[in-house]
């Protein structure tokens, strides 16, 4: 057998662990894949619509409410940054998971309607609520 015929088939295996790399990392979710350097975990979130605005509640424990940001990308989505008080270990989510710390929340988030501009932002507990006007 040649050469050839090894580095074909190491580069075949390196070819399927990234995609299982992938898969695992887009199973996972709560771990933006671009983010696990900076130690970034995706806080939940839920969205709501009434006639007037749209309600984006986000979950953030062990935040400092001194370093949230909120951010309106565009008419159609919203980012919010938030470092955590002390960093929280993967080991507490879940011990499968890789063992890492993190130092931060982030989420971009896709709103379900077009909006015009944030109109007030409140901090209850571990409870981040964002209004946004809509379009009418």
Request: aromatic share 8%.
């Amino acid at each position: 057998m040649s050469w050839d015929f090894y580095e074909e088939f190491i580069k075949e295996i390196r070819r399927k662990l990234k995609e299982l790399e992938d898969e695992v990392s887009n199973t996972l979710g709560i771990f933006p894949k671009d983010d696990l350097d900076e130690a970034v975990i995706e806080p939940l979130t839920s969205i709501r619509e009434t006639p007037d605005c749209i309600i984006v509640s986000v979950d953030m424990p062990f935040v400092d409410p001194n370093t949230v940001e909120v951010k309106l990308i565009d008419s159609s989505s919203l980012q919010i940054i938030a470092h955590i008080k002390e960093d929280i270990s993967s080991s507490i989510i879940d011990s499968t998971y890789p063992k890492m710390t993190f130092k931060k929340y982030k989420k971009n988030i896709k709103l379900p309607v077009k909006v015009k501009k944030i109109i007030r932002i409140s901090m209850r507990g571990e409870i981040l609520a964002v209004y946004l006007s809509k379009y009418s």
